[in-house]
């Protein structure tokens, strides 16, 4: 039986996305009411924009963030309603969208009720003629809820990757189509959001001979270098119907990894040969590519002073807490990766980072804890040679063997975790292109001081796809399930493009983990039980 919720949303599912209605309103203090007559018709041209849709993020019992972007400086407006009539409807103030933000803007509504519907109308209201507002555009969530309800979210990564962009031809970007037909409370983008070193030309030749053709716009058809390129690339994505329509009512977890700066970047990272780059200052890519990011990230700022942190916990109720870690950031650079001793050349997580995890995930008093994370955990991926011309490494697995280099910080969550009783901790992942299931166990380790846990990966969303990377026996995992693959860089056309869904059960707390393709047919399937933690 449906209850009232669910036939709402199921409508609006079908129909948001359709270009906003035009209806010019005048704002009166608190209030809005209809422009008067003589100013009842303005010319479109005139009205300010919304450029890109919305995007909904960070969502908990009580909060969410609302994003948005104006083609001119405006202030964002908002009415905010808990049905999808707007009766009740009341107006909120945003802030300034400005140059300096690229006209962006957010919102975060706070003191929401818990586990309930939410409606959003967005406008934008002029500066210099404040009697023009925009058409509005539209979106719908449900909060998180304070008590043991059934949840679905998705996760995946890698979007608009290896130069295969939108393509009108076959109707863009449709995996989004696919994934906001499960009707998930939220999704969890494990980062990879743009491919700021990938241009995209307006045709592209598939392995089988097919032109794949692009949508193109000047900041994509070069690799990203002025924070006007950076931010080119998040609108770029953000002209895909299918993205847009998902992102109006589908809340997002937001984290990054490489490729919203350049490929496998680290504060080493060296741009003297790479003929792509007339700047050739990782640090200034790093900046421009940052910003870019937090202006179009849908991310509640952790502080205002600490506005570009991304790690963070995103409670759902008794049932689930999220962790979002940030492996890109506080990493020391590339390297062989095999020192015998902890130091600044070993950081990955970064000291802060890992004991703000350890103290989250021992005060957390849900079932479930989930690990979003921008890297596998027990995959290779190498980052080429040093200058010895030895392996140099991207993530922590560094080969097999006892734990060195970055892999001191994860044995040390590891067997923090297993002392402290930290019990159904699950981790998911993207990056590698392909997905699979890993399960990490102490008898297959050469490291031993941990419970078992299983590591899921996704992706790509819209990317070439790749084959598999070797196993580093550090932590025991064992290949459960994978499908890789069969030659690199395949295109979106092959159909290896790929998300994860996860459903928690309200009645028995049990978490089942399925990996779909980008038709929605399940690949693979894996129930999990939790250990302890009965509510």
């Not at 809340?251 to 040969?273: F, G, Q, R, Y």
């Not at 802060?352 to 890297?375: R, Y």
């Not at 993207?430 to 996704?458: D, M, N, Q």
């Amino acid at each position: 039986m449906q209850n009232g919720y669910q036939r709402s949303r199921r409508k609006f599912l079908k129909t948001v996305g359709i270009a906003a209605t035009y209806s010019p309103l005048l704002l009166t203090g608190c209030g809005i009411r209809k422009l008067p007559s003589s100013i009842s018709s303005p010319s479109l041209q005139n009205l300010p924009q919304i450029t890109h849709g919305i995007q909904i993020g960070d969502v908990i019992t009580d909060k969410a963030m609302i994003w948005s972007r104006a083609d001119r400086p405006s202030k964002m407006l908002l009415k905010l309603s808990f049905t999808n009539d707007f009766r009740d409807a009341h107006l909120i103030e945003g802030p300034l969208a400005l140059l300096e933000t690229d006209y962006t803007a957010k919102i975060d509504l706070t003191q929401l009720p818990a586990g309930q519907p939410v409606f959003v109308e967005v406008m934008f209201q002029d500066l210099i003629n404040p009697e023009l507002i925009s058409a509005s555009t539209h979106g719908q969530f449900k909060t998180a809820p304070d008590s043991a309800q059934n949840i679905r979210f998705l996760w995946s990564g890698d979007t608009c990757g290896q130069g295969w962009g939108i393509n009108p031809d076959i109707g863009g970007m449709k995996i989004y189509e696919t994934m906001r037909s499960t009707q998930p409370d939220f999704f969890i983008h494990c980062g990879d959001n743009i491919y700021a070193d990938s241009p995209i030309m307006p045709q592209v030749v598939t392995e089988t001979g097919e032109v794949w053709h692009n949508l193109v716009t000047p900041e994509v058809s070069k690799a990203a270098e002025t924070l006007s390129e950076f931010r080119g690339r998040y609108k770029y994505n953000l002209l895909d119907d299918n993205l847009r329509r998902f992102n109006a009512v589908v809340p997002a977890i937001w984290l990054w990894d490489d490729h919203e700066v350049t490929n496998n970047w680290s504060p080493t990272k060296d741009l003297m040969s790479d003929k792509r780059y007339t700047e050739k200052n990782i640090n200034t890519l790093i900046s421009n590519g940052t910003k870019a990011a937090m202006e179009y990230a849908p991310m509640r700022y952790f502080t205002h002073k600490d506005n570009q942190r991304i790690y963070r916990q995103c409670a759902y109720g008794p049932l689930l807490d999220v962790f979002v870690l940030d492996m890109r950031s506080y990493r020391a650079g590339n390297s062989f990766n095999r020192q015998s001793q902890t130091g600044p050349d070993t950081d990955y997580l970064g000291q802060e980072q890992l004991q703000w995890l350890k103290t989250a995930l021992k005060n957390s008093k849900a079932v479930w804890k989930v690990i979003a994370a921008d890297l596998s955990l027990g995959l290779q991926i190498g980052d080429g040679v040093d200058e010895q011309n030895r392996p140099r490494f991207e993530n922590l697995a560094n080969g097999d063997g006892p734990p060195l280099g970055r892999e001191f910080e994860i044995a040390e969550l590891l067997s923090f975790i297993k002392q402290e009783n930290i019990n159904n901790l699950v981790w998911f992942t993207a990056e590698v292109h392909y997905c699979a299931a890993l399960h990490y166990e102490p008898k297959h380790a050469t490291f031993k001081e941990f419970s078992p846990f299983w590591e899921f990966i996704s992706g790509p969303l819209n990317a070439g796809s790749f084959g598999t990377h070797a196993l580093d026996n550090t932590f025991g995992p064992q290949i459960i399930f994978e499908k890789p693959s069969p030659t690199p860089n395949l295109s979106p056309l092959s159909g290896l493009q790929y998300f994860g869904q996860v459903d928690i059960n309200s009645q028995d707390q049990s978490m089942t983990v399925a990996l779909k393709d980008m038709k929605g047919d399940t690949l693979f399937t894996q129930l999990l039980k939790p250990h302890n933690d009965v509510i």
